[in-house]
């Protein structure tokens, strides 16, 4: 697809958000704070966000940012934090704030002015003062704003409802409306230049304020049409896309019954050209897990996608399906996978005899109540056998004399159903390194609003949390609970995943392309880490996916899911830990916790299968933790 240059300002919220994940990326912020050309980054940048399916040009990248980064300045100068006016003026801020926070200082009059500065000088359309601005409108659809109130915002090229009117000592302005601006040739003449001395006098807060409130309505309205547009194009490529891989299957098995009928059929000729280059297939899933199967009459549930993914493999030339793989900036080789190995080693706490009881870890599982008692048992013991020195469970009355007799090491509190729940579970807050929410937890309204405000005081503690099971089910009805909390970690597996993805995109996700679902799920909430667990469990944080293929076994039993949380949970505080010491660097805390507890958990699956076979259950699974901790991050 053609990056179409006249769509410079219809960027959706999706859009924009993958954007700026790529923009916020280490290497890309290092490029362009450092010697390179900034051409070759937006390049770069552009490439990027066409391999994720946005078609950009490189110019469009650089206007976009630059007007995300003048929108946020406008926030933060505007001082509007306070009351929350602030994702008004700039919707992005939050995301913002965490890339420019690790950056020099900005210089806001910087943007304000229009000039180039650093990173916004791009070869043959540097931007200067005056040509600044008229570069700017163009490819943005936006119009230039009275030089005196210094306020250029983004938004489309659609009717402001009333032109604000602004008094400036005697004489008064009329800001014209937006839509009174029009690209290319019928632009208005530009403003007169004001002498800057003037802006001190302005009433500048009170008419930003009001002006932007009213174009970020216009601006909404725009984007909500925009959405839909690109929505029913999204169901249309689905569509065609799907189409193609039906075509290419049929094709397949054209081309195998012709070669099974042929005198070499012994040597199975249709497959030799295809394997012979095959990377790494058991690595290479675009599209099977486990929850797959349930839209396909299956006969034997652990091999069917291996049958599958085979049949694909088999049938389709291996350089489509593989291209479209890494185009969506996959990656899931074996280098891959011992990169984060060594990563979570590093954010392991060292044993010394200098340390306290609750240095290394005081985690709290919110959950457990009548019907389940074991998940946050299982979620629990299994943080303290992962290393945490601590492991509290907040479930309900009923609940909580059964947990305290599985395990006298845990600190149990009857309290989730007690009414005033949140209190007593606040009070346990600044102690608490790490929260696993969800395991056993149920879905009783009473018990999900106390999860909910626990998430939301533990988000002002800037605790990490994993949510999990019925914390999942919280976080499908109300997405925004969690929605852009970067120390958050969902974990659902297929059927929790398809559910939160319909809630979000309001249609069923592409079964066919899981490395693309989880990736938009993740944007979509905000750049959250998300493990959608499964054969291969997917982990991305919206930039880029890894999946974690270390063998287990097909031994599915209940509970696998509350070890990988609870283990997460610690891991998780681990990782931010050691990213604060500066002992990681360039990775998200998040993506290392989460794959260090999938690696984990399927280790543990692989070793207590090796013992017990079918009779493996969860408990075999936490006995084998101490072992297998030991072999991937301690070896
Ligand atoms: N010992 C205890 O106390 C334990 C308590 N637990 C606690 O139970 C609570 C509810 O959790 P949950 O597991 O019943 O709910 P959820 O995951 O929505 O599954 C519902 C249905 O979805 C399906 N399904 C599931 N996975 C799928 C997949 N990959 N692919 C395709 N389909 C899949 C499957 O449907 P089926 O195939 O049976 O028709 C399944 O029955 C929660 O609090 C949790 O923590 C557990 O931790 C276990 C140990
Ligand atoms: N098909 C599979 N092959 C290998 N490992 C798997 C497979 N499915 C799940 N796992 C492993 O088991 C772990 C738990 O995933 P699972 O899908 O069982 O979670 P869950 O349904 O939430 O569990 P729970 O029973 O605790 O609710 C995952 O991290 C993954 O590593």
Not at 46 to 68: D, H, N, W, Y
Not at 287 to 301: A, D, I, L, N
Request: a neutral charge; one cysteine or more; charged letters at 25%.
């Amino acid at each position: 697809m053609q990056a179409n240059p006249t769509r410079g300002f219809l960027w959706s919220d999706v859009e924009t958000r993958t954007l700026l994940n790529i923009w916020g990326e280490q290497d890309i912020q290092t490029a362009l704070d450092g010697n390179f050309r900034n051409s070759f980054v937006y390049r770069d940048v552009a490439r990027r966000l066409g391999a994720m399916g946005f078609e950009r040009t490189p110019e469009q990248c650089r206007v976009r940012i630059k007007s995300l980064k003048r929108q946020y300045l406008l926030a933060k100068e505007g001082n509007l934090r306070n009351n929350g006016q602030y994702h008004k003026i700039c919707k992005f801020y939050d995301i913002m704030e965490g890339i420019l926070s690790n950056r020099p200082v900005l210089d806001p009059q910087e943007f304000i002015d229009g000039g180039a500065g650093g990173e916004e000088a791009v070869d043959g359309l540097e931007e200067d003062g005056e040509d600044a601005h008229d570069a700017y409108s163009e490819s943005t659809g936006e119009c230039p704003y009275p030089a005196e109130t210094e306020v250029k915002l983004e938004y489309p090229t659609i009717p402001i409802p009333v032109p604000v009117k602004v008094t400036v000592g005697n004489s008064s302005t009329s800001v014209r409306p937006h839509n009174s601006c029009q690209s290319g040739s019928s632009l208005p003449a530009r403003p007169p230049k004001r002498p800057r001395k003037r802006r001190a006098n302005f009433p500048m807060e009170k008419l930003m304020e009001q002006f932007l409130e009213q174009s970020t309505q216009a601006e909404d309205s725009f984007y909500r049409m925009e959405e839909q547009r690109l929505q029913a194009e999204d169901r249309r490529r689905a569509a065609e896309h799907t189409r193609e891989l039906q075509m290419l299957q049929m094709l397949g098995q054209m081309f195998s019954s012709i070669s099974s009928t042929g005198p070499s059929s012994a040597a199975t000729p249709s497959k030799t050209s295809p394997a012979a280059h095959a990377p790494s297939l058991s690595s290479v899933s675009p599209s099977c897990t486990r929850g797959q199967s349930s839209h396909v009459k299956r006969s034997s549930p652990q091999t069917d996608c291996l049958t599958q993914q085979n049949q694909l493999f088999d049938s389709v030339p291996q350089g489509l399906v593989l291209e479209r793989f890494y185009s969506l900036g996959a990656t899931s080789h074996r280098g891959m996978e011992d990169d984060f190995i060594s990563q979570v080693k590093r954010t392991v706490p060292s044993l010394t005899s200098k340390k306290h009881k609750g240095q290394d870890g005081r985690i709290g599982i919110i959950g457990g109540c009548q019907d389940y008692t074991g998940a946050p048992y299982f979620a629990a013991i299994s943080a303290l056998k992962v290393g945490a020195d601590l492991s509290h469970v907040f479930c309900t009355k009923d609940a909580a004399t059964v947990i305290k007799s599985y395990s006298p090491e845990l600190i149990v509190h009857p309290v989730l159903d007690s009414p005033n729940a949140v209190e007593e579970i606040e009070k346990w807050l600044p102690r608490l390194h790490g929260l696993v929410v969800g395991p056993g937890l149920g879905r009783e309204d009473l018990l999900l609003k106390t999860a909910k405000e626990v998430i939301e005081k533990s988000k002002t503690r800037d605790i990490p949390i994993v949510i999990d099971a019925d914390g999942l089910w919280l976080v499908t009805q109300q997405p925004s609970v969690i929605q852009g909390y970067q120390k958050g970690i969902l974990t659902p597996n297929y059927m929790e995943f398809t559910r939160l993805y319909e809630a979000l995109y309001h249609e069923p996700m592409d079964s066919s392309d899981h490395q693309r679902s989880v990736m938009q799920l993740s944007v979509a909430m905000g750049n959250l880490t998300l493990v959608l667990k499964g054969e291969q469990d997917l982990i991305t944080d919206g930039s880029k996916v890894i999946s974690c293929s270390v063998e287990g076994s097909g031994r599915r039993c209940g509970g696998q899911g509350d070890l990988l949380s609870g283990s997460m949970g610690v891991l998780a505080h681990w990782a931010y830990s050691a990213s604060a010491a500066g002992t990681v660097k360039s990775v998200n805390p998040s993506m290392v916790a989460a794959f260090g507890a999938c690696s984990l958990t399927r280790q543990c699956n692989r070793q207590a299968f090796q013992k017990h076979g079918r009779s493996t259950t969860t408990t075999d699974m936490i006995q084998e933790i101490g072992s297998a901790f030991k072999k991937l991050f301690e070896s």
